[in-house]
């Protein structure tokens, strides 16, 4: 069974991405896991290339950090030719009625001038993604749930219409992890693409940074700090980073600090402590362009080969090859 995870490098990878899904990855992936670093999805709406380039590079080397298999890891655009290939098969196998009704189209392109065409086709891309790599499960949140199902009725449709050669894949829910709140903002979750990132802690931050941060974070009126998510998401959002840190419970390390100043104390050792061996394994790759470019192309050329055979039916029997 091949289960297959992307991120896409929409900006540096924050603290909710390491605790809720890369760490996860890493320490509970099975051996036939795929992850992959999503550039192409990261061109769908205005981008700077230089950028992207940095951030594809930087995702790469916290994986690896991380200590998910190298092996199984590559990066979505040294697929180009092999997914732009199946890509277009699997365009000519959707209907553009499918496309236009997927509601994260309708959402992002709203109202707005200049959409890329992209913006509308990527679920398709997803689609190569997952059916290239023969992926049979696909851990992914409510929103990208249609994309799954996208996916799941192509495979099916191009089977039955001219051959057996895609597992169908299933959407399954990602393991409840960590929920990681914007500090500055503990209304939103936080992101790698917020606008403002005074509330979102980098992989990659100084570590007297990250404390100014936690420091700075938005709590409450309140006397003392107590975990009650609903009513009080500032203060419980620091109570479960710091349980996701160092294993304790939100409400056992709620009775064990009076102040939101000890707290606060407490959140940042715990996250600089986390981060601090991630921090220093990634920097090191990235000061090490050649190996990580060696593992880079290793992990492509074996997503390649994994997925060349699929691509080469698919192509001769809609016709093409
Ligand atoms: P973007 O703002 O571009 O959507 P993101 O930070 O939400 O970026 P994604 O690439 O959408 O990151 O997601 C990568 C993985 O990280 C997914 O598995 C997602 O569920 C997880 N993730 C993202 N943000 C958080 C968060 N705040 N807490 C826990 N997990 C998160
Ligand atoms: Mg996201």
Known sequence: MVRLSGITPSGHPQLGNYLGAVR?????????????IADLHAMTTTHNPGRLRARTNETLA???????????????????????????????????????????FKEKAGGQAGVRLSLLTYPVLMAADILLQGASEVPV??????????????????NQTYGEVFTVPAAVLPPTGARVRDLADPS???????????????LLDEPDLVRRKIRRAVTDGQA????????????????EILAACTGVSPVDAAAEYGTYGALKEAVAD?????????????????????????????????????GEHRLQSALRLIGAA
């Not at 199984?72 to 000519?92: I, K, N, Y």
């Not at 929103?143 to 191009?158: G, I, N, W």
């Not at 394994?281 to 492509?300: C, H, Y």
């Open 62 to 104: 916290v994986l690896i950090a991380s200590g998910i298999p190298p092996e199984q890891v590559f990066v979505q655009s040294d697929l180009a030719r092999e997914l732009g290939a199946l890509t277009w098969v699997l365009e000519c196998t959707c209907s553009y009625g499918e496309a236009a009704r997927m509601i994260q």
């Open 141 to 158: 949140g409510e929103d990208q749930s249609q994309h799954v199902e996208l996916a799941r009725a192509l495979a099916r449709r191009f």
């Open 224 to 239: 003392k700090p107590a975990y009650a998510p609903e009513d009080r998401p500032g203060v419980s959002n620091l109570l």
């Open 270 to 306: 715990a996250v600089v402590g986390t981060l601090r061996p991630l921090r220093e394994r990634t920097m090191e790759l990235l000061g090490d362009p050649s190996e990580l470019d060696r593992v880079r192309k290793a992990g492509s050329v074996r997503a390649a080969e994994r």
């Open 24 to 36: 996860r990855w890493a320490v509970e992936g099975g051996e036939d896991d795929l992850y992959f």
């Open 188 to 202: 939103r979750k936080m992101s790698k693409s917020a606008r403002d990132s005074a509330g979102v802690v980098f």
